[in-house]
């Protein structure tokens, strides 16, 4: 998880008035509050807490549905009252710190996570294949807006570009459903063809399932591609447009079966999040383009009749 997204989830749970306190020596009180608090921290999955998290459910406090508890065991109470001393201080502590050392957010910013690699030249290629590509892309007359680097995050493969409108962030998060779509059945289509090897299926055979791989996977680049001009622009006759689209959706798809993402600002309007694609569901991401269901024999003869 990026620091960034740590910061931005932690920043959306309320931490006042959800410490557990001493009511007297033996008794703890604001349990429900502090409760509410863990449910918050599952929520937004902050997985560094998770033995605390399951320790402290393994105790008493978890028996019952009161605000307050005695407990006797002065062992157990102690461990109660210092685990949620510990994630308390040590959230209030992390959102300080990232208030210090991160930049402000900007809801015009695309996060890019480059594909892992120990190699130096791979890295910059990507990297120079991706500000090419994104470049050409804003530089389109009816886009006309600049790409900067925003930062890079720190001992991670992310860095942030800042894009100068919402229009193209809204338009690369397109780009990025089709690019994933299409990485998710190229890998498919590799699996299928992995198979007929294991099967020893001829050659002949082989050669004809990829040749109609690769016609089925380019009349997809072009439905994709139309699918983004009609949604995004008001002139889709526009062929060079349309491979720098379809350019791009490559090298996306590319990167992304790579292991690679393209993410919005965390704090970018909902229907920008939403053009993007969800990619801890990458082998599930369906077309955006509307796909017409073949009808039945009993909707066929219906109609005719």
């Known amino acids: 998880m990026r620091i960034t997204e740590i910061d931005y989830r932690i920043q959306q749970i309320d931490l006042n008035n959800v410490s557990i306190h001493y009511e007297d020596s033996t008794t703890l009180s604001n349990l429900i509050n502090f409760k509410n608090l863990i449910k918050e921290i599952e929520k937004y999955e902050l997985i560094f807490y998770t033995e605390e998290i399951e320790e402290l459910k393994h105790s008493s406090i978890y028996s019952t549905t009161q605000n307050y508890l005695k407990i006797y ?8 009252y210092t685990l949620s001393k510990y994630i308390l201080d040590s959230l209030i502590s992390l959102r300080l710190v990232f208030s210090k050392i991160l930049p402000s957010p900007n809801e015009n910013e695309l996060s890019i996570k480059l594909p892992s690699t120990n190699n130096l030249e791979n890295l ?3 990297m120079n294949k991706i500000e090419k590509q994104l470049s050409i892309i804003v530089n389109d007359k009816e886009v006309n807006t600049f790409i900067t680097l925003s930062k890079w995050e720190y001992g991670s493969y992310w860095l942030d ?13 397109s780009i990025s459903w089709s690019a994933a779509y299409i990485s998710s059945l190229i890998k498919k289509d590799r699996e299928h063809t992995l198979y007929l090897q294991k099967i020893e299926a001829d050659v002949q055979m082989l050669n004809a399932v990829k040749e109609k791989q ?7 680049y072009e439905i994709e591609v139309l699918h983004i001009q009609e949604n995004h622009f008001n002139n889709v006759e526009n062929n060079e447009r349309n491979k ?8 996306f798809a590319d990167i992304i079966q790579r292991g690679g993402e393209f993410q919005p600002s965390l704090i970018s309007p909902k229907e920008i999040k939403d053009s993007y694609p969800d990619f801890k569901n990458i082998e599930h991401i ?3 383009v509307l796909q017409i269901p073949e009808k039945t024999e009993n909707q066929q003869q219906q109609e005719q009749e």
Do not use: N, W
């Open 286 to 288: 369906p077309s955006k």
């Open 124 to 126: 910059l290629k990507d």
């Open 161 to 173: 570009i800042a894009i100068g409108t919402s229009f193209a962030i809204s338009l690369i998060g």
């Open 73 to 80: 065991d002065d062992k157990e109470r102690k461990m109660v």
């Open 244 to 251: 720098k689209i379809k350019d791009t959706i490559k090298l």
């Open 214 to 220: 690769l016609l089925y996977l380019d009349k997809l």
